[in-house]
């Protein structure tokens, strides 16, 4: 287990969370499933209490630590892709599986989990500043997924 973990509290289903992000993004793995040495508020012996998981070479935990706490948007996974087609890819298995959209690149998947699926394209526009930055920003602005061809003609596009 690494030094310095994120632990994302989930309900009850955090294994499947875990086996949903390994299975969707590259270099992710599901670890240790520790069960329960004993009854809990919300649980029981034996039930997943805790789940070692890696999210795109992230170090994570799922604590299974009952309905207590809700997620919201002031954590979140951001995803950098490379093109359409892989901002595409991870987009669609998140709001595909029970989901859902927001804007400007965000989505929740089904345990209300917020992610930003974020192309590079549009990154490297925002650190250029200036009026590139500002026409990238304003199409990205008018966007529910982000659309790398018109972020791109939006950087190309005289000021």
Wanted: with cysteine.
């Amino acid at each position: 287990m690494a030094k310095n973990t994120i632990c994302v509290w989930f309900d009850k289903d955090a294994e499947e969370a875990a086996h949903f992000y390994a299975k969707t993004f590259p270099d992710s793995a599901v670890g240790a499933v520790i069960r329960a040495p004993g009854d809990y508020p919300d649980g029981k012996q034996g039930d997943v209490l805790v789940v070692e998981f890696t999210v795109a070479g992230v170090s994570c935990i799922g604590l299974n630590g009952g309905p207590m706490f809700k997620h919201n948007e002031s954590f979140s996974f951001q995803i950098s892709t490379e093109n359409q087609e892989e901002t595409d890819r991870y987009w669609d298995a998140i709001v595909g599986n029970g989901g859902q959209e927001s804007d400007c690149g965000w989505c929740k998947d089904k345990w209300g989990i917020s992610w930003q699926i974020t192309p590079r394209v549009l990154m490297e526009a925002m650190r250029a500043g200036g009026s590139e930055a500002k026409r990238a920003f304003d199409a990205m602005m008018t966007m529910k997924k982000i659309d790398v061809a018109v972020i791109e003609a939006a950087r190309a596009a005289d000021g």
